[in-house]
């Protein structure tokens, strides 16, 4: 019982950063029907500015928001400069596009900070927390992870429902044309789209890294396990993301502890390819379901 | 004769593939120095694969981010059966990977029959990332991190003269042969035109009676039987089967290739290969005399790779093999205009191209 | 006042609207009448800037509306209710409405032009948190019609707006129109199918055949002549 207990806080801490990815990647395929494979590797990149900023003696809280602004900026620039041009085109083409962002980032990260796996700090303990003579399962920074996380979707959805701004930007993802007649700059709606969901990404980096460590391809299997989150629950239902990835970071945590580690992505694959051969189109989605 | 030619595609395609052998073997007994001889066996072994590939995302349009995860149960396949009994056979192997990867490949085809686009993506980039950690696991089967090693296969004494790595190039060389001939054929076969049928137009391929999900797995099968047979013979190539030779990024390796080459092109996989494994040879040159260190240099190839992937999107739609297409397609028809001027002389001038 | 001229547009090799030229006055309607295909739609499409012209001008008073984004057309006051009803189902109605002239700095004047939406079409104040979806064709039509009004456009491209509806909500629109028309000094373009009914609110009409203005003329005129009706209209 113990034991189950410790793997699902894990599951759930975990699944709250898987979450913040599947997120993101739900918020850009709503808005541009793509997926961003670059997601990860952009979170990555954005962490070390962060981890460059940090051994330059800046406070910590000044480097994460340096992060997330890095990410709201690289995520901007990528839709304007790379991905505008292949929006309309075949998907096949923006696959291949945001795979040779992802292979580029990779290569330039090592290049610009060394190719040596460095350590990036958390801003509280990750010593379970003990209070008396009872051992509670989560540290204080897994409390804070879950929390940041937490908030960022409830400003996100705030954002989304209740500004004009998340109006026009919900508008052009769900029809860009009568958007467009309309009056609505449904391109710079997109860019912010892109860059507010790499926000998210940024912020799924910086709470990853202290546990995963920070080097060119950390981000690889986060990516992975978001993507997977977000598949599951349908990758136009942002609710079902989250449930989708925090699932996933549960079974992770499980197969991990009860079978072995190096186990835990095969049974990420076999949880996906369950849900689909079951729900191709993802669990939660429903009604208007557009061809995938 | 040429009638015959022009009639028979298997023919034509034979005889070709023929020369191609025996003007690569030549090469590699008479010309080619034990450096070179490694790296056309290395392009050999890319290409068999990128071939593989090439069809089933170009001709067939599904995409696949976990054929490097294929290259590995071939070569996990060869290389455990070698730890267990290592004389069996080179070209027993070679049909044992590819037995292996062909039920591999039919598994993920059925499961993967009803998923498209993004959804089949990212299962495969699933499975890329998820089975390289299983011989990490089952460490005492498959050798865990450290790997299994793999001996070099020796040529038969009558032919004493060849040193093991022309014989292995050789090997190679026939390998990639073979199965260039047969995907050639497969592409103008019915076969290969109901694969596109599928991929342009689903529906309109279902109204003329076409079992979709069986061409889905058929098409999958085929890649991953390609995959199987390099990566049984890429385990030769390394000496080495271990994890780190199957990361995500030989996927991605793939997938480049593949968009480089153009997609569905066969011949654009041999020079997409060719790129894969001359590049980091030549940038590795550049590095060490500019100096570079070690953490630039070793990364200058795979920033290539990305910087050729985005601009091949943004400027060749259809792969740097299209855009090459679409050129020498634009001089042909102006030689062929220019030619029916000058014959024609009573005729009226052709209309703009 | 919407000015087009020698308007000229092509898909690949085919010509869908050749040399068109007509005008719409301020605080009047012009309908735009022809058999399907005849280039109807693609001509308020073209206007809104959703199409690129072959060549032709479209002035909005004195601004030059081609090449120019759909975006900065809607913001000069081009209000295109498309066929087919251009709702975004998956926002409420009220969210629709809102939609319509975001651009605006005047907040308290939105807020007018949307309460005067609702006076303008009683049915959706009942109905404002309703999702899109699930309103009644002839909702739909009121709320396309109402977002478009929001933005205070000086110029309005109906396209269709009668179909999927019922001939008495229809006329009932038509008469709201018509009045609105007068008081704010619209341009109204109106595509119809129907053509009784457009000519029955239309000050001018304008009959496209293969692309070509085939008939430009007085609505009454063409709505008297029997001759000229079959012909062209075969009623």
């Not at chain 1, 507010?196 to 912020?203: I, P, S």
């Not at chain 3, 979806?133 to 039509?141: C, F, H």
């Not at chain 3, 199918?193 to 000519?199: G, P």
Request: net charge positive; glycine share 10%; aromatic share 8%.
């Amino acid at each position: 019982m113990r034991l189950f207990t410790i793997y699902t806080v894990d599951g759930v801490v975990n699944g709250m950063v898987y979450a913040a990815v599947a997120l993101a990647l739900v918020m850009i395929w709503r808005a541009t029907r793509i997926v961003n494979y670059a997601q990860g590797a952009m979170a990555m990149f954005t962490t070390y500015i962060a981890l460059v900023v940090i051994q330059h003696g800046v406070w910590y809280w000044f480097a994460f928001v340096i992060a997330l602004a890095a990410g709201l900026v690289l995520g901007a620039l990528t839709e304007r400069v790379l991905v505008r041009p292949v929006e309309s085109r075949p998907p096949l083409n923006a696959v291949i596009l945001s795979l040779g962002v992802l292979i580029l980032l990779e290569a330039v990260a090592p290049m610009l900070f060394g190719g040596q796996t460095q350590s990036f700090p958390a801003p509280f303990s990750r010593i379970d927390i003990t209070t008396g003579s009872t051992q509670l399962y989560v540290s204080p920074f897994d409390l804070f992870s879950v929390g940041a996380v937490l908030v960022a979707m409830v400003l996100l959805f705030l954002v989304f429902q209740r500004t004009t701004l998340g109006l026009r930007m919900r508008a052009a993802a769900f029809n860009p044309e009568i958007s467009r007649i309309l009056g609505i700059r449904v391109g710079r709606m997109l860019t912010l789209g892109w860059g507010l969901a790499a926000l998210l990404g940024a912020l799924a980096g910086v709470l990853a890294a202290p546990a995963i460590f920070l080097y060119s391809n950390n981000m690889d299997e986060v990516l992975v396990f978001g993507f997977t989150g977000a598949i599951i629950g349908g990758l136009d239902s942002p609710i079902g993301a989250v449930i989708g990835a925090l699932g996933v970071g549960l079974v992770l945590s499980y197969v991990s502890g009860y079978i072995g580690s190096d186990l835990a992505p095969l049974g990420g694959l076999v949880m996906l390819i369950a849900v689909l051969m079951v729900r191709p189109q993802g669990l939660f989605t429903f009604g208007r379901q557009r061809q995938v | 004769m040429r009638s015959l030619l022009r009639r028979s595609t298997l023919l034509r395609h034979g005889l070709f593939f023929l020369a191609l052998a025996a003007i690569l073997g030549a090469l590699t007994w008479f010309v080619f120095d034990p450096f070179t001889e490694y790296n056309v066996a290395g392009v050999a072994i890319y290409a068999i694969s990128a071939a593989g590939l090439t069809v089933l995302t170009g001709l067939n349009g599904q995409v696949s981010l976990g054929h490097g995860a294929l290259m590995m149960i071939g070569a996990y396949t060869t290389s455990v059966l070698l730890q267990w009994h290592p004389d069996l056979p080179l070209i027993l192997m070679l049909f044992a990977s590819i037995a292996t990867t062909g039920v591999a490949g039919a598994i993920i085809g059925i499961a993967g029959a009803r998923l498209r686009g993004p959804y089949l993506a990212g299962a495969t980039l699933s499975l890329a990332v998820a089975l390289p950690q299983v011989p990490t696991h089952f460490a005492s089967l498959f050798g865990g991190n450290q790997g299994i090693s793999v001996p070099t296969p020796v040529p038969p004494d009558a032919l004493a003269a060849v040193t093991p790595q022309q014989w292995f190039t050789w090997i190679c060389l026939a390998a990639a042969v073979i199965t260039f001939f047969l995907l050639a054929n497969l592409v103008r076969s019915a076969t290969g035109r109901r694969l596109q049928m599928v991929r342009d137009n689903e529906v309109a391929a279902r109204l003329a009676g076409v079992d979709v999900a069986r061409t889905q797995v058929l098409a999958f099968v085929i890649s991953a039987i390609c995959a199987g047979l390099a990566g049984s013979l890429f385990a030769y190539w390394i000496t080495l089967t271990s994890p780190t030779g199957f990361t995500l990024t030989l996927s991605l390796s793939l997938l480049t290739v593949v968009v480089i080459g153009g997609l569905g092109s066969l011949t654009g996989a041999v020079l997409g290969s060719f790129i894969i494994v001359y590049l980091p040879v030549w940038t590795g040159g550049f590095a060490s005399s500019a100096n570079l260190p070690s953490n630039v240099a070793n990364n200058v190839p795979l920033a290539i790779y990305g910087i050729v992937l985005i601009a091949a999107i943004l400027v060749f739609p259809r792969g740097i093999a299209g855009g090459v297409a679409s050129i020498s397609r634009a001089v042909a028809t102006t030689f062929r205009s220019r030619r029916q001027t000058s014959t024609l002389p009573a005729s009226p001038a052709p209309p703009a191209q | 006042m919407l000015e087009v001229s020698n308007l000229t547009v092509a898909y690949g090799g085919v010509i869908a609207l050749d040399e068109v030229s007509l005008s719409v006055p301020d605080a009047s309607i012009t309908a735009v009448l022809g058999a399907n295909g005849a280039g109807k739609t693609t001509l308020v499409r073209t206007i809104s800037g959703l199409v690129k012209p072959r060549h032709g001008s479209v002035l909005l008073g004195e601004t030059q509306l081609v090449g120019r984004t759909p975006e900065a057309i809607a913001r000069l006051g081009v209000g295109h209710v498309p066929e087919g009803h251009g709702i975004i189902s998956e926002l409420s109605v009220d969210e629709n409405l809102r939609l319509g002239g975001l651009w605006r700095r005047d907040r308290a004047d939105q807020r007018v032009a949307i309460e005067e939406a609702y006076e303008l079409f009683p049915p959706l104040l009942a109905r404002r948190a309703v999702q899109a979806a699930n309103l009644s064709g002839g909702e739909r039509q009121m709320l396309s019609i109402g977002r478009a009004l929001v933005a205070r456009p000086s110029a309005l491209l109906l396209d269709e707006p009668s179909l999927g509806l019922a001939t008495i909500l229809l006329a009932q629109i038509m008469q709201r129109l018509t009045a609105l028309v007068s008081e704010r000094k619209l341009s109204v373009l109106l595509i119809e199918q129907n053509a009784r009914s457009a000519l029955s609110v239309a000050d001018h009409a304008v009959v496209l055949s293969l692309g070509k203005v085939a008939l430009s003329d007085r609505a009454e005129r063409l709505a008297g002549d029997d001759a000229l009706r079959h012909a062209y209209l075969g009623f």
